[in-house]
């Protein structure tokens, strides 16, 4: 920058001084002519005045004038001739001749009209440049000539005093500018080392103070970058808490341009939809999961309307999501944003409600028709007594079966629905000796019917289960008759419980019919049978277990099963037992 300045400054310091120069040359070059011309035209007014009028007079009075007005390197030639321009004297002896014709010199043609002419040329006899001035007088043409000698040294001269002016202004210019270009060239090198600093990231630098009106300029810079920096913090800030919210939701989300290059991919996208390979750009160069959804980015930039899909994964885990899809329309160029969201609980909720809703009304069916069917057979014809007792009591067997649904049925939604209840009550527990006893003597005539016997081996009569009594009460009976009825005569059930480490267990074994493996994985869903029909005689309702396992989930805990076809049933609750209190001081 520094040789731009000072290669500037000596260009317009030498175009400077040409013009100059040449300017002066033209003026005094016309200075030199004027003042040459006047002095001419006195010396022929002189010679005019003093000429003789003889003609024969006139060679003697040149030669004398010339001599007498010649200067050492100045010699003045005088010529007179007559109007035509015939030369009748000359003081020049290598000059014209008397007689020779002079008549079409450009001086004498003007003097002819004006009384003065003058013309400068250079000399056919010596080759020298001469002024020549012509003046009419009288019957006379008086014509002088003065060498042009010193006029031409001058103009020789000239190069010489352009090169020496040349160069004092070159000198003075260098010094000049490389004063000006340090000034000019270091802030604004400064101001690029700065800049160039900032953009790879030093975001801290900040130019010196300058002198004058660069100091404007640095100050401006600095308040233009502190600007800059606020601008930055403000975006980084706010690509931070975007990135955090988006981080921070259930539902996964991607974002793609144009051409399926990622500009966003949350943790949870990926999650849902497989790891990716991060040196891959291309959503759809992830995978099977990723190309699929890439098609839907794709539909959506081409179309401009959102669309909700649902895709069902097999990897990297069975999934079934929705994944809304919309264009991105803020950009200049097209994108689309996607999200995920898994709905795969949402989907099996969604299957188990309506198949207890299938269940539920195909259960409640079953007893209204049969009691219908009865209820129409007694009012369509003359029963004798007999049937119809026996009519009455099938409508009194499925009225019952109705009754025990609904009943296990509000208890199910009881138990779902107020847990906060129950949890409150398992701090206060309950003897489970007396639950027992209670449940034992209940079921004591069933166990008779089917010829089983009941057994209850609990080493600490005064242990506590951490459950509601009522809630207690309901899982052993259910566990004890399903124990009881799905036995075999001269079977046996054997109940004990107690506290193991941090929780209490109760588990009720029998030597029944089992239940076949492929069936234990659902044996504690809703109205789920492994013996239909011996269930529905037996007047199971298919709700039972799931009690059972609700009850032990309301409080925390698990149901666990082992059982083999034909040797029985090992059905066992763990509840945790609650942290010891505390007391306030
Ligand atoms: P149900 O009202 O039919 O007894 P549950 O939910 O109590 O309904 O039991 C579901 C099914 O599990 C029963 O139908 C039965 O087939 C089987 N089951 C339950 N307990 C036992 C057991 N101790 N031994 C053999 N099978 C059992």
């Known amino acids: 920058m520094k040789k731009e300045i000072i290669r500037g400054y000596l260009l317009t310091l030498s175009a400077g001084l040409l013009a100059a120069l040449l300017l002066a040359a033209f003026l005094s070059g016309q200075i030199y002519t004027n003042a040459l011309k006047d002095r001419m035209k006195a010396t022929l007014v002189l010679l005019a005045s003093a000429a003789p009028t003889e003609a024969d007079e006139l060679p003697d009075f040149v030669s004398a004038m010339s001599a007498q007005l010649s200067a050492a390197d100045e010699p003045l030639r005088i010529a007179v001739l007559d109007q035509d321009g015939t030369v009748i004297a000359d003081s020049s002896s290598s000059g014209a001749q008397s007689g020779d014709e002079r008549g079409d010199r450009n001086e004498i043609q003007e003097a002819k009209q004006g009384g003065f002419g003058f013309d400068s040329r250079r000399s056919q006899t010596n080759r020298t440049r001469y002024m020549y001035a012509a003046y009419l007088s009288g019957s006379y043409i008086i014509r002088i000539a003065l060498p042009q000698q010193s006029y031409r040294i001058y103009f020789q001269l000239l190069p010489l005093l352009f090169v020496a002016c040349f160069t004092v202004g070159a ?289 600490d009569p005064s242990l506590r289960a951490p459950a509601a009594h009522r809630r207690m009460r309901q899982l052993l009976t259910n566990l004890m008759s399903n124990a009881i009825l799905y036995n075999k005569p001269g079977g046996a059930v054997w109940v004990t419980a107690g506290h193991a480490r941090d929780h209490f267990f109760l588990r009720v074994r029998d030597n029944g019919i089992g239940i076949p493996e492929e069936h234990q994985a659902r044996i504690f869903e809703r109205f789920y049978r492994v013996y239909k029909e011996r269930s529905r005689a037996l007047g199971g309702t298919g709700l039972g277990l799931s009690i059972v396992k609700h009850i032990a989930q309301l409080y925390g805990g698990s149901v666990q099963l082992e059982s083999r076809p034909d040797e029985g049933s090992v059905f066992t609750v763990y509840l945790p037992l609650p942290l010891p209190q505390t007391p306030v001081a």
């Open 171 to 459: 000198l003075a210019a260098w010094v000049l500018a490389r004063r000006t270009a340090k000034r000019i060239s270091e802030p604004v090198e400064e101001l690029t080392a700065t800049a160039t600093a900032i953009a790879e990231g030093d975001t801290k630098r900040r130019v010196p103070p300058f002198e004058q009106e660069l100091g404007e300029l640095g100050t401006a810079f600095n308040l233009m970058t502190d600007q800059l920096q606020q601008k930055q913090q403000e975006t980084e800030d706010k690509n931070a808490q975007l990135t955090g919210i988006l981080e921070g939701m259930q539902d996964g989300v991607a974002a793609v341009d144009d051409h399926s290059q990622v500009l966003l991919l949350t943790d949870r996208a990926q999650a849902l939809l497989g790891p990716v390979n991060p040196r891959l750009k291309r959503l759809d160069t992830y995978g099977a999961n990723y190309t699929k959804v890439a098609r839907l980015a794709r539909q959506a930039m081409e179309s401009g309307q959102a669309s909700q899909e649902t895709l069902h994964l097999s990897y990297p885990q069975p999934r079934i999501l929705d994944v809304y899809t919309g264009p991105i329309r803020q950009q200049e160029e097209p994108g689309a944003i996607l999200v995920i969201k898994d709905v795969t609980r949402l989907k099996q909720l969604e299957n188990l409600r309506q198949e207890f809703m299938a269940n539920v009304t195909h259960e409640l069916k079953t007893p209204l028709t049969s009691i219908r069917g009865y209820l129409e057979l007694l009012k369509s014809s003359q029963r004798d007594e007999e049937t119809r007792q026996q009519f009455y009591e099938i409508i009194d067997i499925e009225a019952d079966r109705l009754m025990h649904l609904i009943t296990d049925m509000l208890e199910l939604s009881e138990i779902e629905n107020r847990p906060a209840l129950d949890r409150q009550e398992a701090v206060e527990g309950c003897n489970l000796a007396e639950v027992s006893r209670e449940v034992m003597a209940q079921l004591q005539p069933i166990a008779d019917e089917h010829q089983v016997t009941l057994h209850l081996d609990l080493p």
